[in-house]
């Protein structure tokens, strides 16, 4: 491993950390605004919602994003297991296999 | 899910989660080893960054050289939404020392972040640090482990996505978004869909002029921004 990598990865690790705990440390001193606090009572559903129609989506400079074929037919038979069970690992597997089974049948 | 706010159930809650980790972190292992890195690096890559996205755009910008700044302002960038989790996390274990706080923050993911949220609303919108680490340390742990793996073994062990593994992370962000708008009370069940719906088509717009990392920080910023204006009109 060169300086190099092992300087990036140190200070990228750095820069993570800083982003994960600088927030607990700001909210141990200060209480929040009451405006912070209804913002962030939105970040749940935001946040998941951004992060699953980013697996949707191919980003493609300078163009519209293309769609993500296999994702998205994966996804049909997860969000069933997800109504029908309301279990998480149950719903993980299906995910799996749907995806198995769309690659083994070669449809993306 | 139960009320249980107990390090053996914080092992029980992430159960399900460590596919995720599993199938993205063999992936990683495999890549990172692919692109010429040392075992080493890719397992100190998963211990130091620890962030899934972060570290493949890390691995694809070292092996082409890029600068030193270029590559940690990515990293930074990529895992900027970090903050807004952290955020949301920390009013909820304010009351713990501050050594509890940082240790929390230290090891929270996109996944221990969303499976909190849906512990929160089984129980009684209250936590403890103590099922919060042992989410957090069983996800650290099998992260770095399924890295070493795919790194060690390489092309032996066969490719985690034609096993359909590499869906597993985003089954489980549809099983824990659904399982967040039916169960959460804090916001009318309507208003959730709707914040999703502008959510969703706010990424497909934003992904015409940003990458998704990107994307993904300010669709949630605006999505929230939109949750409290139509709070405003309740």
């Known amino acids: ?28 001193r200060f209480t929040l605004p ?26 493609r400079p300078g163009q519209w994003p293309g769609v993500n074929i296999a994702n998205l037919l994966a996804s049909l038979p997860t969000f069933l297991a997800a109504v029908i ?11 799996i296999a749907s995806m198995a089974v769309i690659r083994l049948l070669g449809w993306a | 899910m139960d009320d249980e706010l107990t390090w053996r159930s914080g092992f029980k809650d992430v159960l399900p989660t460590v596919f995720g980790y599993i199938g993205i972190g063999l992936a990683f292992g495999i890549i990172a080893k692919t692109s010429r890195f040392s075992v080493l690096a890719a397992v100190l890559m998963s211990l130091i960054v620890y962030g899934g996205s972060a570290q493949f755009v890390m691995v694809s910008m070292l092996a082409v050289h890029s600068p030193l700044g270029a ?8 895992n900027a939404r970090m903050g807004l989790m952290s955020m949301t996390v920390a009013p909820l274990l304010q009351r713990e020392s501050l050594f509890q706080n940082i240790t929390a923050g230290s090891l929270l993911t996109d996944e221990t972040f969303a499976l909190t949220m849906n512990k929160l609303n089984h129980a009684g919108r209250t936590l403890h640090s103590s099922w919060l680490h042992a989410a957090n340390l069983a996800a650290y742990l099998v992260w770095a482990l399924a890295t070493l793996v795919g790194a060690m073994a ?48 706010l990424m497909v717009i934003l992904m015409r002029f940003m990458a998704g990392n990107l994307a993904i920080l300010a669709a949630t910023v605006l999505g929230c921004l939109f949750g409290m204006a139509v709070s405003r009109h309740d």
């Open chain 1, 1 to 28: 491993m060169t300086e190099y990598v092992l300087a990036a990865i140190i200070l990228s690790g750095l820069a993570t950390w800083l982003i994960r705990v600088v927030p607990f440390i700001l909210v141990k």
């Open chain 2, 154 to 201: 390489g092309q032996l062990i066969p490719d985690p996505d034609v096993l359909g593994l590499d869906f597993a992370v985003v089954a489980m962000f549809i099983g824990l978004l659904y399982l967040q708008v039916i169960t959460d009370r804090t916001h009318p069940l309507v208003k959730q869909v709707g914040i999703a719906v502008f959510v969703a088509v």
């Open chain 2, 71 to 78: 590559v940690v302002l990515s990293s930074a960038l990529i």
């Open chain 1, 85 to 95: 069970s309301k279990n998480l690992l149950v719903i993980v597997i299906v995910g």
């Open chain 1, 34 to 59: 009451a405006w912070l606090v209804e913002f962030l009572s939105f970040v749940p559903v935001a946040i998941l919602t951004a992060i699953y129609v980013e697996s949707l989506l191919t980003y």
